[in-house]
């Protein structure tokens, strides 16, 4: 979705009530993106002309013999990688393979590179990849910000990986994956959008051109073979690119400690740091009857202050059952804060999520991976 679309969605409901404030609104936001339209044509220019000296050999990419799969985007976040690279762990350790995956760590008070152990937590390694090495224990997980220099650490430290899954690294153009998986979202599809800062893009459309597959994330459930062609149209995949389709499946609600019990609840207190929380929140008011809704930015390390607001929130609800509940992202975060104590009496709740094809886009998806992976094995 463009921002011009986005904003219209926004103030739908402003419309109904007040036409003449709703389209003076949105009149000021267009004018607003037309100005910094010049300022994303500059960006372009640069990124062309650096994707170009990758392209002719100018500057130097490094490939390593093993299977490296890389899961990214072209906008800014909340396109669901992270539930893409849990898919591929199961997928791939289904099949007896030894996965370990890099990332870089966003957000993480550490530098350089770093290996999961025990000692691990969401603040040396980031919320993502330590939520993923809390969820597999099979797989390996470290974080790097220069991924050339952490695959060779990483391959030491791990030394029976047989696939490495590379999180974000689309733009890391110094690597050179073997299969550049991208991710778009059904209601903002890259195609639609525009470059920073006049849109949410990182990247210019056509560099879509260097994926080997594309997803379009975020899906209706159900969707149907006439609204997958008509996306399938506006993203105009080239020849050796394949389109698939993936939706979100929520989970039960979790306990966050063992001595909770799931409970019926009528009222609920949802917070969550999030790059798109808006899935989140629907799902919630599509469950529970009464819902007080709170948003952080995504990858927010909680605060004593931020603490404090959720125990006042929770109290403030008034109904007899009630919860609070949080993505499986912030859960970490919260669990190992060191304020945990102040809420550690509250009901805590948090909502796994997974991502899930069409039977048909399954099974050709999965096909796609593991002919990839059996095609190129390590070479030791």
């Known amino acids: ?45 640069i990124l062309r002309l650096r994707n170009h000296l990758y392209d ?13 799969i890389n899961i990214g985007n072209l906008a800014f976040g909340g396109t669901g990688k992270t539930p893409h ?30 290996f999961a152990d025990k000692n691990a937590t969401p603040f040396t390694l980031g919320d993502e990849p330590y939520q993923l090495f809390c969820k597999f224990p099979q797989a390996s997980v470290a974080v790097s910000e220069n991924r050339v220099l952490g695959i060779p650490n990483l391959l030491f430290d791990a030394p029976n990986t047989e696939v490495i899954l590379l999180d974000d690294a689309y733009q890391h153009r110094a690597l050179k994956a073997g299969l550049n998986i991208l991710l778009t ?40 073979a006439e609204a997958k062609n008509n996306i399938i149209q506006k993203l105009k ?14 989970g039960e609600i979790m306990p966050y400690f063992t001595h909770q019990t799931t409970i019926e609840a009528q009222a609920v207190l949802g917070v969550c740091g999030i790059a798109r929380p808006v899935l989140f929140q629907n799902h919630l008011q599509e469950k529970y009857s009464q819902v007080q809704f709170k948003s952080f930015p995504d990858h927010h390390l909680f ?10 929130e929770y109290e403030q609800i008034e109904a007899e059952n009630k919860i609070i ?41 999965n096909e796609t991976i593991l002919q990839y992976v059996y095609a190129n094995p390590r070479k030791y």
Not at 86 to 112: A, D, P, W
């Open 303 to 312: 605060t004593e202050k931020d603490i404090d607001w959720i125990v006042y």
């Open 237 to 250: 995949p080239l020849a050796h690119q394949k389109v698939f389709f993936s939706h979100l499946v929520y």
């Open 56 to 68: 002719i050999d100018f500057i130097g990419s490094t490939q390593f013999d093993i299977p490296t």
């Open 1 to 45: 979705m463009s921002t011009l679309q986005y904003t219209n969605v926004v103030f739908q409901h402003i419309i109904q009530q007040n036409h003449k404030l709703a389209y003076s609104i949105i009149f000021i936001l267009r004018t607003f993106q037309l100005l910094l339209f010049p300022l994303s044509l500059l960006y372009q220019g």
């Open 85 to 114: 690279i849990e898919y591929l762990i199961k997928l791939l350790s289904t099949h007896s393979m030894q996965v370990s995956v890099l990332s870089r760590g966003y957000k993480r008070k550490t530098i350089g590179y770093l």
């Open 185 to 224: 979202e059904q209601d903002r599809l890259y195609c639609d959008d525009f470059l920073v800062p006049s849109g949410y893009l990182r990247e210019y459309a056509s560099a879509s051109n260097r994926a080997n597959i594309i997803i379009v994330s975020k899906c209706k459930p159900n969707l149907s």
């Open 325 to 365: 509940i949080t993505t499986e992202k912030d859960y970490q975060k919260l669990l190992q804060s060191a304020f945990i104590e102040k809420i550690s009496s509250l009901p805590l709740y948090y909502l796994p999520i997974e991502i899930a094809f069409s039977s048909s886009d399954e099974n050709a998806f």
